[in-house]
């Protein structure tokens, strides 16, 4: 089944005291272009994300937020950078000797100073966290893909009907085309009597050999043959379990050019109307197929 590119997805989950909120959002991509938002401190759990996710979505920009709020004793650790805070102490006393100041640069003066304390990465208590996480992730890329499935099937009962329409307008034109002879037989001999004025006696053998010379250079049975090949391809991609957007694509492409030599070769105007309402068609489909997997 078809699966949509884009969708969101959420889940928390609370276990001692440590809660976990995941979000998950997807957009459209040629390939799997992973983007994760983490708490400070989880940074090497990275690799075990991304790969859970690339386990569950072949194609698409994910975007993953991850919050872990521990509440238990001992998980908030912090350290000073105490070569800063030293510095900075030496250079405010000089400052207050070069300026005749007085007093003593205080705790408080050091706690203003940005980045001097910081919060301490704990390897340990990531990996303790993990479990917790990778359910939660689970869980939310499991209604992830749910909703994917879902828009993927909507889209794919919209490409099945626009499919039907194409294979009627392919219908119409193999229909108009067996009428091209007589059709070509008609116009040479109007305008040659139009040219001559009824001066020049007609030749029906040449007439009619012109004529199939003009209607064999018109004929398009080669691209309707290909066309309703591509039908059938596309049917099938749709209904298949694989990620298809790629191959739906391709099919666009190759539809896009039978109906642009079609259009190339044909003359009346019928069927170039036919043809262009048929283009826009597939142009719509284009733009859908952009969202599937």
């Known amino acids: 089944m078809l699966k949509s590119m884009t969708a969101y ?19 459209n991509s040629r390939n ?18 991304k790969a859970a ?29 105490l070569a800063r805070a030293k510095a900075y102490f030496n250079a405010a006393r000089e400052l207050k000797h070069a300026l005749g100041l007085t007093g003593e640069p205080t705790l408080e003066h050091l706690l203003n100073l940005p980045g001097l304390i910081q919060p301490v990465d704990n390897p340990q208590l990531a990996d303790s966290h993990w479990p917790l996480m990778a359910r939660g992730l689970d869980q939310a890329l499991e209604t992830l893909d749910r909703m994917r499935l879902q828009e993927g099937e909507h889209l794919g009962r919209d ?12 219908d119409a034109i193999e ?8 059709s070509y037989r008609e116009k040479l001999q109007s305008r040659i009597e139009a040219m001559t004025r009824g001066v020049v006696e007609l030749d029906p053998m040449r007439i009619a050999q012109e004529a199939a010379l003009l209607a064999d250079r018109s004929d398009i049975s080669e691209e309707i043959v290909r066309a309703r090949s591509h039908v059938v391809q596309f049917r099938d991609t749709v209904q298949d379990d694989q990620p298809s957007g790629r191959k739906l694509n391709f099919l666009l492409q190759e539809f896009n050019r039978e109906f642009n030599t079609m259009g ?8 170039a109307h ?7 068609e597939i142009e719509k489909l284009r733009e859908q197929v952009q969202n599937i997997e």
């Open 9 to 27: 997805a959420g889940a928390e989950l609370t276990e001692n005291d440590v809660t976990v909120a995941v979000e998950i959002r997807t957009y």
């Open 175 to 182: 229909q108009a085309t067996g009428g091209l002879l007589a």
């Open 53 to 81: 996710i690339a386990a569950r979505v072949a194609r698409g920009r994910v975007e993953v937020r991850i919050k872990v709020r521990d509440m238990s004793e001992g998980a908030a650790a912090y350290e000073a950078d």
């Open 274 to 280: 036919i043809i262009v309402a048929v283009k826009a």
């Open 32 to 49: 799997l272009d992973t983007v994760l938002r983490l708490s400070n401190g989880y940074a090497g759990l990275e690799e075990k994300i």
């Open 159 to 170: 490409f099945l009907q626009r499919l039907a329409w194409i294979e009627e307008q392919l």
């Open 264 to 271: 190339a070769k044909v003359g009346q105007a019928a069927l």
